[in-house]
Structures are given as structure tokens and as C-alpha cells.
């Protein structure tokens, strides 16, 4: 296994997932306004919204990938559910030491949560089993 970053790679990782995290942060955003409920929740329905776009993004834009979608899209989801982790830990630590809930603290545990997706997307979820796509 190959362990090497190309620049197109991360840029268009980056792409699609500030577009995710767009969808993701205005969905949570957006439920907390209409109906005032925790943050917490507000964060997993907009994961759970923002999950396609990141899902087919990094299939077919950021990694290129050719595994079959019945092999990536159970990994990309164990992968998703770990960055969503990532971003609850991050989540409650700033809530802890705010004493509060704010929902910009949503973004802010989003970026923490952006390498780990990252790289175990490349090496793992999207891993390519034959020649790269052109």
C-alpha cells in the first residue's frame, strides 16, 4: 500500500467537504432555529443530511474510487460515523468549557474531524484496488 498525498486529491477533498460541511452546518442550523432542540441533535441531523454529499463526492470526485459501492459505501460509513465522533468529543469539550451550548461550536468540531476522515477515507473507505481512474 502506497501512502502518498496528491495535491488534486486534498483540494478536491477539501471541495467536497466544505460543500458537505455547508449542508451539514445550515441543515443543523436551520433545525435548531425552527425548533430551538439541543445542539447535539441539531449536529446529527444535519450529519445525517450531509452524509450523500459527502458519500458521492469523495467516491467519485475526491478519490476516483472503482471499489463497488456495496464495499465502499458500508467503509465510508463506519469512516463517517468515526468523524462524527471526532466532532461530538470536540463538540462536548467546548460546550463543557463554554458552560453553554452555541451553534457555531458545530463548525468548529467539523474541522477537528476533517483529517480523520480524510485519511481514513484514502487508505481505507475509497482504497483503490485497481489502476487510478484518469
Given amino acids: 500500500m502506497k501512502f502518498s498525498f496528491n495535491n488534486r486529491e486534498v ?3 477539501g471541495v467536497v467537504g466544505v460543500a458537505a460541511t455547508v449542508a451539514h452546518y445550515v441543515i443543523a442550523k436551520s433545525v435548531n432555529s425552527a425548533f430551538g432542540i439541543s445542539i447535539f441533535w441539531c449536529n446529527l441531523v444535519g450529519f445525517l443530511c450531509a452524509f450523500s454529499v459527502s458519500y458521492f463526492g469523495h467516491y467519485h470526485l475526491s478519490f476516483r474510487s472503482d471499489a463497488p459501492h456495496l464495499k465502499a459505501l458500508p467503509k465510508f460509513g463506519f469512516t463517517a460515523l468515526l468523524g462524527f465522533l ?7 469539550v467546548l460546550v463543557w468549557g463554554a458552560g453553554e451550548e452555541r451553534i457555531w461550536f458545530i463548525a468548529i468540531a467539523m474541522v477537528f474531524s476533517a483529517g ?9 473507505s475509497f482504497a483503490n484496488h485497481g489502476a487510478p481512474k484518469a
Fill in 116 to 124: 480523520t476522515v480524510f485519511t481514513v477515507s484514502k487508505f481505507w
Fill in 86 to 92: 471526532v466532532n461530538n468529543a470536540v463538540l462536548v
Fill in 11 to 13: 483540494l478536491v477533498f
